[in-house]
């Protein structure tokens, strides 16, 4: 089963919000990857304007 990561990214005001998709063949892979982008995210202090989520699609 196929398995969508959907990342909303906020790029600020004058460029608005911005949704990204990247398919996954599992839910592990998909979680795995959802984790790894809020770490990334946390590390260069932007957490707060990136919203990862899994879905099946």
């Not at 906020?10 to 919000?17: K, M, P, R």
């Amino acid at each position: 089963m196929t398995h969508v990561l959907i990342i909303v990214s906020w790029l600020g005001v004058a460029n608005g919000a911005v949704i990204s998709t990247q398919e996954f063949t599992s839910a592990e892979r998909c979680d795995a990857a959802r984790l790894a982008l809020v770490e990334y995210a946390k590390a260069r202090s932007s957490d707060e304007t990136i919203r990862p989520i899994c879905i099946q699609k």
